[in-house]
């Protein structure tokens, strides 16, 4: 039997790179999936590929950083389906600005779409959850949020909240039956980890230097992680909460060599 056959669920920035590896994994385990993202085209192009079968992807525009398609979204999925049971809180936006050239608007828009979105959409499932006694949230935070980084303090700063966040939630709704956790990626292959290599001087010096870094000698990929976010959401982790889980390939475990 697939382990999430009929249940609802939420994947933030579902259009592309973790967040449409997550919807795949979820829809190949029977779940129906609503992948949220401000790409239409590019949710258009997962709707396609994903259902090919059946259909178990719904595509719908949301920007995650608005509380008006939040709550919206949100509330069109629950007189459509009557239920949720697990919000994947995946989307973001990286910000490469050290502090000098960070500029408020940058600071403000990394926040919002990263951290605020988190707030807004699990605040919106919360009274869901709270009906049912039931519901699990999954936060991608990321291994920059546990070390830190000269050249992202922003994003840094967000996947650090993220973190924390998960925490405060996993306290408070426990007694509800409800269970948060955090999802803290490495370097995964993405069109992120692209564009990034893009605007370095030597783009395959880059790449070369973060693989002479990576212990297991490779990216990871969107399908590595997915694989934690389907575990953490599962059956077999009914009793992990308010905790992060590291896929980064012993990356961070080299920080202190």
Not at 44 to 67: C, G, K, M
Not at 80 to 90: A, E, Q, S, T, Y
Not at 91 to 111: H, P, S, V
Not at 154 to 175: N, V, W
Request: hydrophobic share 45%; net charge negative.
């Amino acid at each position: 039997m697939q382990r999430f056959e009929g249940q609802v669920v939420i994947v933030t920035g579902a259009a592309h790179g973790i967040g449409y590896g997550i919807a795949a994994n979820f829809c190949r385990e029977g779940a129906i999936v609503n992948g949220f993202d401000v790409d239409a085209a590019g949710l258009q192009v997962a709707a396609h590929a994903l259902n090919t079968s059946q259909e178990r992807f719904y595509p719908a525009v949301v920007d995650i950083s608005s509380a008006t398609d939040v709550a919206d979204g949100i509330d069109s999925i629950r007189q459509k389906l009557g239920r949720i049971d697990i919000l994947v809180n995946n989307a973001g936006i990286n910000m490469f600005k050290r502090i000098a050239n960070l500029e408020l608007t940058d600071w403000n828009r990394t926040f919002d779409t990263n951290l605020k979105s988190v707030y807004m959409m699990s605040k919106a499932v919360w009274p869901l959850f709270t009906t049912q006694h039931s519901g699990v949230i999954v936060n991608i935070a990321s291994v920059m949020g546990q070390v830190g980084g000269t050249s992202a303090p922003a994003y840094c700063s967000t996947k650090a909240a993220i973190i924390m966040l998960s925490r405060c939630l996993a306290k408070d709704g426990g007694p509800l039956g409800i269970r948060v956790n955090s999802v803290c990626p490495g370097y995964i292959d993405t069109p992120i980890i692209d564009r990034m290599l893009a605007e370095q001087p030597d783009p395959g010096a880059t790449l070369r230097e973060i693989l002479n870094r990576q212990p297991l000698g490779r990216l990871g990929t969107p399908e590595d992680v997915a694989n934690g976010v389907l575990f953490l959401a599962s059956r077999e982790a009914a009793f992990i909460s308010g905790t992060e889980l590291t896929i980064d390939g012993a990356f961070t475990a080299t920080q202190f060599d």
